[in-house]
Every structure is written in C-alpha cells, then in structure tokens.
C-alpha cells in the first residue's frame, strides 16, 4: 500500500475531493500552511493500493492548476544608503505537490 500526500491550492481542494471519492478513493484533508509564504494551503492524505497511484496522480493533475501570486520583496535602493524598497514579485504556485510514501502496516479498527 501507498500513502499520497498531496498539497494542493485551497481553490483546487473541494473539487478535488468530489472527484477523488467519487472515484471510490478515501481522502484526508488537512488544513495546512506553506513554509514560504506563511499562506494557507490544503493537504490531502489518499492511501491506496499501488495499483492506483497513477489513477491518483492523473486526477490531482486534471484539477489542479498552476496559478500566479505577487509577493513583496526588499532591496536596497543603492548600495550604500542603508535604504530598502519594497516591490512585486510574481511566483508561480502549484498545480500540486505530491509525495509518494510506503506504508508498512495499514490496520483499521
Ligand atoms: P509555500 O512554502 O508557501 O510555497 C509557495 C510557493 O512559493 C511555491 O509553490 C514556490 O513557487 C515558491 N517558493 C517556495 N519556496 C521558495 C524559495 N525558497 N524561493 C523561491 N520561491 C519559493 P510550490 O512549489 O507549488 O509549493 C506550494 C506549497 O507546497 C508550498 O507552499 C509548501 O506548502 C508545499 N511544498 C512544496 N515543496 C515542498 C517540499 N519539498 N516539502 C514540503 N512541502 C512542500
């Protein structure tokens, strides 16, 4: 068996959850937060057989889009002065993130 760990934009997650159990794949969401830009995101915990995985993977690619964010950043205004300015950077975030895990034991009680 095989844990997915996917993390997707919060605007894919819903749809990507309906899609996924009515496929007949059980789904864990988790609301998380990246690292970079401190903003909420979506992870999705989908354990199954290794025979599904491409299944998985090709529904999460079918949903989710690349989409882009403006970041601000700060560099100084000329080398010396001490001063920084703000200004715009655009990132490209997602589709998805997706880890691909062994799982030694699955028991359900
Ligand atoms: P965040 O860490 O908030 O990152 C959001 C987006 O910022 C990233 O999109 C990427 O475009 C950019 N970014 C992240 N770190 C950067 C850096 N050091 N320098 C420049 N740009 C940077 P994605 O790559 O699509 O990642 C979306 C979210 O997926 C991340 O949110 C994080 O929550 C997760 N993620 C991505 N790679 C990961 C990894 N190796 N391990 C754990 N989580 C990861």
């Known amino acids: 068996m ?3 760990v996917a993390i997707v934009q919060n605007e894919d997650s819903g749809n990507l959850i ?3 159990t009515k496929s007949g794949f059980r789904v ?3 609301a998380t937060t990246g690292g970079f830009l401190k903003a909420g995101n979506t992870t999705l915990m989908i354990g199954v057989e290794e025979k599904f995985v491409d299944k998985v993977i090709s529904k999460i690619e079918e949903v989710c889009r690349t989409r882009e ?3 601000t950043t700060t560099a100084p205004v000329t080398g010396s002065t001490g001063i920084y300015v703000p200004y715009p950077v655009e990132i490209e975030v997602g589709g998805a993130t997706i880890f691909v895990v062994d799982v030694d034991k699955f ?3």
Do not use: A, F, R
Request: aromatic fraction near 0%; charge should be positive; hydrophobic fraction near 55%.
């Open 2 to 4: 095989k844990l997915i």
């Open 69 to 71: 964010q403006t970041i």
């Open 107 to 109: 028991i359900k009680i």
């Open 18 to 20: 309906d899609i996924l």
């Open 28 to 30: 864990t969401k988790l």
